[in-house]
């Protein structure tokens, strides 16, 4: 069906005479090629990852719900399957806004398992072949639109000069570029999961498409040929559709986003680009999110949730709108995805209204004394003394007693004729950052009936190491060793072997695992022993030749000697007797320190 040419109804925000194809048609047409192809349709898994892959907050790719079909091939439902995955990924949320970020999305994913033995198992030939097949002669796509990248070889992996080969003869394919490990190399970068070079495709200078070969297997750190070899691939379905309508704007302008695009422009006061992209992101991903099962909260999934949600509200009252606006967004979705996606509507619109109704008691109460504030400022205005604006103290006070956001104080300081000045933002930076640096210290028992040693924060800290070693291991495997530490009454900084940048994933798993074994309130001992017997009992120390004789062992968890414990190190000390006493772990940075170490700051809350 060809959808109708000029300004479709709802449309009204891109006035447009080359809508080619709308959001069910491609997915159908992504769908019925692969499957034409003797792929079998799967539905998209949860955003919740569960059983499948429990090293991730949220299903971030396609991959995930078949991640060990690629070890173990036979147990896949078919060697060739295609999916169209709804995907979460929150580490660009600062970009949403322009015109091709999202924090939800789909994925229009083909997948192959167990190449060569399987019988269809399909590698890079097909892969690449499929893909270009469908974006030229499938979607009619202009070839000199697109260009394509693969990996070069870097970090000790071999270039893949096999990929260079097939699109080399690729008619019409007129630009080919060789790209390095952080671009063209696709790892999850967990103990045995698959990893490879990429094929990308781009259209006009925008990633759509990324095609993984699957050809090693993570291994104690290294990338080791893998048994079997594999296909993903991955293409962001939005913006698929924003560059085949190629007088969109942006993703925001196409069919999924209509309907509720419309009714938020029936609501604002004052147009913002920005802020309403914002909204329409942060609403979309949060009626999916609570669809499979999460609810706001303080934790996990639930704060990601309450986070969104709280942040489209905000936005929204800086472009006007000041009353409960969400569930007659969230509801024009329904209705974009009816056929595609089934709602629980009910517990959606139940759980969105429940949490905007806490937020605006919060900015009411706010929003008040701001009133009060502008009224005699106003007033002040009127003598010309300096108190007639908003300095950073006020505005930091707002926000520290009130939870009062300094983007919506400024944003109403502007409307009422009162500019902030950058200094006072300053200022209120600076004194937010020191109270957090202050509330840190407090809860980690600086102030504690009275005035307790400095040291005993060290000493925390000096415990959360260990921990944070321990749990580094289990995510990212046994190839992490500590490389070295410092420590101050205010942070921990923690260098350890690990050739790649964590994932966003692996540093929120990282924290998990810490914060548990913090709540599991373990008991830290220690015993001295023989350097042998320390080695033997399995503990963990870089620096053997600092010790004498007699090492000391620190054990979480258990006494040692039992093998089922979280962490056992050599280690001088002093500990903490018992996890619980450490309080909250969070990691602040996670950065290169040096080739193979990488670095994490964190504090204890
Ligand atoms: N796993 C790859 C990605 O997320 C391709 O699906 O980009």
Redesign the pocket.
């Known amino acids: 069906m060809d959808y109708p040419k000029g300004d479709p109804p709802g449309r009204i925000f891109q006035i447009t005479d080359t809508i080619i194809m709308n959001s069910n048609e491609l997915r159908q047409k992504f769908l019925k090629y692969f499957e034409g192809e003797g792929h079998k349709v799967l539905p998209s898994s949860s955003l919740v990852p569960g059983e499948t892959d429990p090293t991730v907050l949220f299903t971030?790719?396609?991959?995930h719900q078949f991640k060990r079909y690629y070890s173990e091939p036979l147990e896949a439902p078919s060697a060739r399957v295609t999916t169209s995955q709804k995907c979460v990924r929150t580490g660009d949320i600062d970009e949403v806004g322009d015109k091709t970020h999202l924090t939800f999305f789909e994925?229009l994913?083909n997948f192959s398992f167990g190449y060569p033995e399987t019988e269809h198992s399909y590698f890079k030939k097909e892969s690449i072949d499929f893909a270009w097949r469908f974006l030229t002669d499938e979607l009619g796509l202009d070839k000199k639109r697109i260009y394509a990248t693969y990996f070069q070889g870097e970090n000790g992996v071999a270039e893949d000069r096999e990929s260079f080969d097939i699109l080399k003869t690729i008619e019409g394919l007129d630009e080919i570029k060789p790209q390095g490990f952080d671009d063209n190399f696709?790892s999850l970068g967990t103990e045995n999961s698959p990893g490879g070079p990429t094929v990308e495709f781009y259209v006009d200078g925008v990633e759509v498409w990324?095609l993984?070969f699957n050809e090693y297997t993570f291994i104690g750190g290294e990338y080791k040929p893998a048994k079997f070899k594999g296909v993903?691939?991955?293409m962001g379905f939005e913006r698929l559709l924003c560059s085949l309508n190629k007088d969109l704007d942006s993703v925001y302008h196409t069919d999924l986003f209509d309907a509720a695009h419309k009714k938020l422009h029936e609501l604002l006061k004052n147009e913002d680009v920005t802020a309403e992209r914002v909204i329409l992101d942060h609403i979309r991903a949060a009626i999916f999110i609570i669809n499979d099962g999460v609810v706001p909260s303080n934790k996990d999934k639930g704060y990601v949730l309450r986070r969104l949600i709280r942040r489209a509200i905000v936005k929204a009252q800086q472009i006007g709108i000041t009353e409960n606006f969400v569930i007659k967004i969230a509801e024009q979705y329904f209705s974009s995805y009816e056929g595609v996606y089934s709602f629980d509507q009910p517990t959606i619109l139940g759980e969105l209204e429940k949490e905007e109704g806490k937020f605006r008691h919060t900015l009411r109460a706010g929003l008040k004394k701001f009133e009060i504030m502008k009224t005699l400022k106003e007033n002040s205005i009127k003598s010309t003394t300096s108190a007639a604006f908003f300095n950073g103290k006020e505005l930091f006070d707002l926000y520290q007693s009130d939870g009062f956001p300094l983007e919506l104080s400024l944003e109403l300081a502007k409307e009422a004729g009162l500019p902030v000045r950058d200094q006072e933002v300053e200022l209120f930076k600076h004194l937010s950052k020191s109270h957090q640096e202050l509330s840190r210290t407090a809860s980690a028992g600086m102030f504690k009936g009275g005035l307790a040693e400095a040291g005993e924060i060290t000493t925390k800290y000096h415990t959360a190491t260990h921990l944070l070693l321990a749990a580094l291991r289990q995510v990212l495997g046994d190839h992490v060793f500590q490389k070295g530490s410092n420590i101050t009454a205010e942070r921990m900084r923690f260098d350890f072997s690990h050739p790649d940048k964590m994932t966003p994933e692996q540093i929120e798993e990282v924290e998990k695992i810490v914060n548990q074994k913090i709540d599991e309130d373990l008991t830290v001992s220690m015993e001295e022993m023989s350097l042998e017997d320390a080695k033997a009992s399995g503990a963990m120390g870089v620096f053997e030749n600092k010790y004498g004789d007699k090492v000391k062992v620190y054990t979480i968890g258990q006494t040692p000697h039992i093998s089922e414990v979280f962490s056992r190190e050599m280690c001088g000390g002093p500990h903490v007797t018992r996890t619980g006493e450490l309080g909250q772990f969070k990691i602040s940075k996670e950065e290169a320190s040096s080739s193979g170490v990488r670095r994490i700051k964190a504090v204890l809350k």
């Open positions: 971030t790719a396609g991959m994925m994913g696709w990324n993984v993903d691939t991955g």
